[in-house]
């Protein structure tokens, strides 16, 4: 007999026994499961305490941001070592089995356990993971949605213009060289003609200075202002489009930076549990070894 049990002769027996057993691995996994759903629970309890829709009684989006993924870390490192150990204490006992070998299987087991509890999670809570992973694609194209969005609106409300995508350029066809006439006619088509050069304007980056003087030209006319007034008032009003525009700009990627953040920090979280869930299993089947031998010896 040698020292695990077996006896030389049985080297290169195939054993009947299966080397994965999966009672365990679908209880840790369940087990895991269940207390990732029970802390996320707890931590978006927790996190509602923190935002308020009253102005100044909620903390910053950067600061529930940072809360959110340092308790996502938490959550996955308690489930993991919870499910992994839980996963190495429930399993058979491996007769005649190398100890190296052992120590193989029951990490072997924890990582299943932690792959089949990631499955699990995912599968039940599958729109917040796809929220999550869409939120920076959706949070860089803000700026040109708004725009879009914005040159739709401009040219509902104007029966004489329905198309919002050449009635700009029409514009330019038909802009008179009188524009005391123009200011003074048809307030519903002013008002959309220089909404048009506004979108224009924000989805170009920027209005032509030709464009400008048109729009001080009608200002000064139908305001009854004098020109420097009527410029300075339409430079006023572009500077706020601007400032309008770079503020959702940063907004969307501080957004998109946020979002990449967390998707790099939840996969690096994700491995951390692979590796503490197969961990915990190799010392849930250690402890219940000794515990059998040290039973073996007192009888």
Do not use: C
Not at 19 to 29: E, R
Not at 43 to 71: D, H, K, N, Q
Not at 202 to 216: F, L
Not at 252 to 265: C, F, H, N, Q, Y
């Amino acid at each position: 007999m040698s020292l695990y049990g077996s006896d030389v002769s049985d080297v290169g027996v195939e054993s009947s026994t299966p080397a994965l057993a999966w009672g365990p691995v679908i209880g840790g996994s369940v087990a895991a499961a269940a207390t990732t759903i029970i802390l996320l629970l707890l931590g978006s309890g927790v996190g509602l305490t923190m935002v308020s829709p009253w102005a100044g009684e909620s903390a910053s989006f950067t600061a529930v941001s940072v809360t959110a993924a340092i308790w996502f870390v938490v959550v996955q490192w308690l489930a993991s070592a919870f499910g992994g150990y839980l996963t190495g204490r429930l399993r058979t006992k491996w007769a005649g089995i190398h100890t190296d070998e052992v120590f193989f299987r029951d990490t072997a087991h924890g990582f299943l356990s932690w792959a089949l509890a990631t499955i699990v999670v995912a599968g039940l809570a599958g729109s917040a993971f796809t929220s999550l992973a869409g939120t920076g694609v959706q949070a860089a194209s803000t700026a040109a949605a708004t725009a879009t969005v914005a040159g739709s609106a401009a040219a509902a409300n104007s029966d004489a213009w329905p198309d919002s995508a050449t009635g700009y350029f029409t514009d330019l066809l038909l802009r008179p060289q009188d524009l005391s006439t123009r200011a003074q006619g048809d307030d519903a088509s002013a008002t959309a003609e220089i909404s048009r050069i506004l979108v224009q304007g924000a989805v170009n980056d920027g209005v032509p200075e030709a464009d400008r003087a048109y729009m001080s030209a009608i200002v000064a006319s139908r305001a009854g202002v004098t020109p420097e007034e009527a410029r300075a008032r339409v430079d006023q009003v572009l500077q706020q489009v601007e400032d309008a525009k770079n503020a959702a700009l940063k907004a969307a990627d501080e957004a998109r930076k946020s979002a990449a953040t967390v998707a790099m920090l939840g996969a690096l979280s994700l491995l951390a549990g692979a590796f503490i869930a197969s961990a915990s299993a190799a010392l849930g089947g250690r402890q219940r070894d000794d515990e059998e031998a040290a039973l073996i010896v007192k009888r």
